[in-house]
């Protein structure tokens, strides 16, 4: 940087009788903003008057062998030195900050401090204490060297305050940096946090969403087609006609299950009673097959009674008739088909044995 000189250039002579000799205007250069001219003429340094119109024909401009470009406004100047850590192949940078402004042009320019950070820089690398502040330490121990060096900075520029002839210098802040290689590495493993940590959040944010979805789900396809009718998603007509063709296929599958519980009733009751109609038939041949006195009559309606008055018979053809079987032998056996007036226990099965010849 061009900081305090900004220029240097060399004027001729200027030719002329005394009363006519002007310098041309080209021949010195414009100046910028919050800068001086300061003219060599002879072994002087003299600066222009400040605030004044410039003029050609000023004996300081018409003798001038040179002229300097002095900027005066105050400027913070950063000065960089590279210091060790305890590893030989990691340093730490530390980057020093001085608020500067020139007081006197005319030693500035005869000093020629074009560049103010090579006087700053032979400042900072006269601290031989300062490279013992870091060398301790790792790379990745940063915050504690910013500290140390922060403090014998600010111990270092008050025991041997940086002077820079013609200017005001004034330490201000050190900072340390990581070499490029670390800030490198950070900087990756940084992103890749910052990575696994969307990816992770991602994550979270779709199990919510499933389990916000599970939830409206199980409320039933009504409450989802309400949310999906408000987020503008489903179209109410059509929502309207897929309900009533759902009611319609629910209710005539109720009603088929209807019929096929009325239809298994059916054969169920049919089938209960072609088995009672088989078990009294097999009950009668039995008792026809028998010696011993049966009453069919009262046989009948024992049976009709319990059946509640409902026989059937399942198998094919006409229901098979029953012979009567031969008398009990010692008596003369009343009809089978009578109404067994006769005796008291007339119509009923005296023993179980009779049944079973």
Request: hydrophobic share 35%; charged share 30%; with cysteine.
């Amino acid at each position: 940087m061009n900081y305090p000189v900004v220029a240097e250039h060399v004027l001729g002579a200027v030719q002329g009788s005394w009363w006519s000799r002007r310098r041309r205007r080209d021949d010195v250069p414009p100046l910028p903003p919050g800068a001086v001219y300061v003219f060599r003429v002879g072994g002087n340094y003299r600066q222009f008057p400040e605030g004044m119109v410039f003029d050609p024909s000023h004996p300081d401009v018409l003798d001038a062998s040179s002229v300097s470009l002095v900027d005066t406004r105050a400027r913070m100047v950063e000065v960089v030195r590279s210091v060790p850590s305890v590893s030989e192949a990691d340093n730490f940078t530390v980057r020093a900050s001085f608020a500067c402004q020139v007081i006197d042009p005319t030693v500035v320019a005869r000093q020629g401090v074009i560049d103010v950070v090579v006087p700053l820089c032979a400042y900072l690398a006269g601290d031989s204490e300062l490279p013992r502040v870091s060398a301790g330490h790792r790379v990745e121990e940063i915050n504690a060297v910013r500290r140390e060096v922060s403090h014998r900075m600010t111990a270092y520029s008050a025991i041997v305050p940086p002077r820079v002839a013609g200017m005001s210098v004034e330490f201000v802040s050190a900072e340390v940096h990581a070499s490029e290689d670390l800030r490198n590495w950070e900087q990756t493993m940084r992103d890749e946090r910052r990575s696994r940590e969307l990816l992770r959040g991602q994550r979270d944010f779709e199990t919510q969403d499933t389990h916000r979805i599970a939830e409206l789900l199980s409320q039933g396809s009504d409450y989802a087609d309400a949310f999906g009718i408000a987020r503008e998603r489903i179209d109410v007509p059509e929502a309207a006609a897929r309900i009533h063709r759902i009611s319609d296929e629910e209710a005539a599958r109720r009603h088929r299950a209807a019929e096929e519980d009325r239809a298994h009733v059916r054969a169920r009751e049919t089938a209960e009673q072609q088995m009672r109609g088989e078990m009294v038939i097999t009950l009668l041949r039995q008792m026809g097959a028998s010696e011993n006195y049966v009453d069919y009559h009262q046989v009948l309606e024992q049976v009709l009674k319990e059946s509640g008055g409902q026989l059937a018979y399942g198998g094919d053809g006409p229901v098979p008739a029953v012979e009567a079987g031969p008398g009990r032998p010692g008596g003369d056996a009343p009809r089978r088909t009578g109404g067994g007036l006769g005796r008291p226990n007339d119509g009923f099965v005296k023993d179980e044995e009779d049944l079973l010849d």
